[in-house]
């Protein structure tokens, strides 16, 4: 039977978009491009299933079929047009078509058609084409997709940026990626856990080697906690509230919150030795120094009842995980 003679049955289209739909919220991409394109096949002008096919070639990684349904929706000015131009621009980005990401960008500043919540972010994308531009020389000229190139250029806002951005994307394009950072320890630490935070809401069963700071190990991010679930920190905060709370609550939050941002830097590792009172006391040595006060490490120790030495290496380690913290980048 000719493909003229097919039969299509009564409300068709509509269940392969639904059933498309569904393995779109599954991430199952590839099955919900083969019902979007079929529907599509039946009804050309379909403008919902036009938008969730370019969704779907952009989640499976396939950039270039995303890119040319996104242009097509543009220029027929079909859909919504600021989710269109929002995919298009992604999908740009993804290409490293840097020149085409200003011009759209910058046509749409133009134009005042910026919704107020993406200014930011889309401000933030055309500052780094242009510098992409800039590093370049010249415009980028094909579109070949380089995943490892995505973490390296840009500054450290910048890298940070794509990497989180990954975490509602379809991972496999990135994966080998990723994990290449991970075990890289010449990249910065905050990065390394950005990276394995998208490995775990990705549920990755991969095992992967972690490298950082003097740490070196193997772990299977779908089965890590959470960073901020950690119990070793929270004893050291625990150990610093008995100490500071009445003494010095300003210095205390201070202490807490850069804590926590050490936390993030050594995840998923901890605090060795693991003995919570002496990182606690190397916390209020450390804020000693902060507020270049006049303090005695001995007296410190004998306070907190810790190794002098142990104190010692643990407010270096103090200092050298402050100067890898996000503020000091």
Do not use: C
């Not at 978009?17 to 529907?39: I, N, S, W």
């Not at 990684?61 to 079909?78: D, F, I, Q, S």
């Not at 609550?249 to 998923?268: D, G």
């Amino acid at each position: 039977m000719g493909k003229d003679n097919i039969i299509l049955f009564p409300g068709l289209k509509n269940r392969l978009f639904r059933f498309g739909l569904e393995y779109l919220h599954e991430r199952k991409f590839d099955e919900a491009v083969q019902l979007f394109e079929q529907a599509k096949e039946i009804d050309p002008e379909y403008e919902e299933v036009e938008m969730a096919l370019a969704v779907a070639y952009y989640e499976s990684g396939n950039y270039e079929k995303a890119k040319k349904a996104t242009e097509e929706m543009l220029h027929k000015g079909a859909g919504n047009y600021h989710e269109i131009i929002d995919l298009y621009v992604m999908v740009l980005m993804q290409l490293n078509l840097h020149t085409e990401v200003v011009h759209t960008l910058e046509a749409l500043f133009e134009e005042q058609h910026v919704p107020p919540e993406k200014e930011e972010h889309y401000r933030t994308l055309l500052e780094f084409s242009k510098r992409a531009m800039e590093r370049k020389g010249t415009p980028r000229t094909t579109s070949e997709t380089k995943p490892d190139l995505l973490f390296s250029e840009g500054d450290f806002r910048e890298q940070l940026l794509q990497i989180s951005s990954l975490a509602s994307k379809n991972i496999q394009p990135y994966k080998d990626a990723l994990i290449r950072l991970l075990r890289d320890d010449k990249v910065h630490p905050f990065l390394q856990t950005a990276a394995l935070n998208v490995l775990m809401e990705h549920q990755i069963e991969t095992s992967v080697q972690i490298r950082k700071f003097d740490f070196e190990g193997e772990f299977i991010p779908a089965k890590l906690p959470d960073v901020h679930e950690m119990p070793f920190y929270q004893e050291v905060i625990v150990k610093l509230n008995q100490m500071l709370e009445h003494e010095n609550p300003v210095l205390l939050e201070q202490l807490k919150e850069m804590i926590l941002r050490h936390q993030f830097l050594m995840y998923p590792y901890e605090f060795t030795p693991a003995d919570p009172m002496l990182w606690a006391a190397g916390y209020r040595g450390f804020g000693h120094e902060m507020y270049g006060e006049k303090w005695s490490i001995e007296k410190t120790a004998q306070t907190f009842e810790v190794n002098l030495q142990d104190l010692d290496y643990a407010i270096s380690f103090i200092f050298n995980l402050e100067q890898h913290s996000p503020s000091t980048v």
